[in-house]
């Protein structure tokens, strides 16, 4: 009896992801890239810069999904290379725990996380970077913050979806919050 399952990695065609997301939550990996210091204190905090469909400008987290039959760190340092660039020098935490799992719907205020595309489960990590960081993709830049900065009202009014509360949670998770 052949064994039927399809355990190949890979991409879903447009129209098939776009069936996947009417049906199923996705899941999504979403890392704050950070810079610190020898003693572990954080001392940055990186934002991308992008362009939205829609033409505005506006700061994001690194964040993609989890391909089928791909690892969770894996899928971590692919986006982390896909958008800082490939010798941005990522620390996986040893230990895949997320600092706290953001719930996408595309109903506004089911959560305080909005995707319009679709429902998406997001694990979300600090990541520690120590390399030299060049955005790729769709990102126009990568501005680093200092914590205090970072949590401002300016910044956190820049970041669509909620990710802006996803910061936030982080900078609490870290302890750079007074």
């Not at 936030?168 to 750079?176: D, F």
Request: aromatic share 6%; net charge negative; hydrophobic share 40%.
């Amino acid at each position: 009896m052949a064994d039927m399952t399809e355990t190949t990695p890979g991409w879903l065609a447009p129209d098939e992801l776009e069936t996947a997301r009417a049906r199923l939550p996705i899941l999504y990996v979403e890392a704050v890239p950070v810079r610190v210091d020898d003693t572990g204190e954080v001392t940055e905090i990186g934002l991308l810069l992008r362009i939205g469909p829609d033409g505005t400008v506006s700061r994001t987290l690194v964040s993609g999904r989890v391909l089928h039959h791909e690892r969770v760190r894996d899928a971590l340092l692919r986006h982390l290379e896909k958008d800082l660039g490939p010798v941005a020098l990522p620390r996986i935490p040893a230990s895949l725990q997320p600092f706290t799992v953001a719930e996408y719907f595309p109903t506004q205020g089911v959560t305080s996380f909005h995707d319009p595309r679709q429902h998406a489960v997001s694990l979300a990590y600090v990541v520690p970077v120590a390399g030299d960081c060049r955005p790729r993709q769709d990102a126009l830049d990568l501005v680093w913050f200092s914590p205090q900065e970072a949590a401002s009202d300016l910044v956190l009014q820049e970041m669509p979806g909620g990710q802006g509360v996803l910061l936030k949670r982080a900078l609490a998770h870290l302890g750079c919050l007074n």
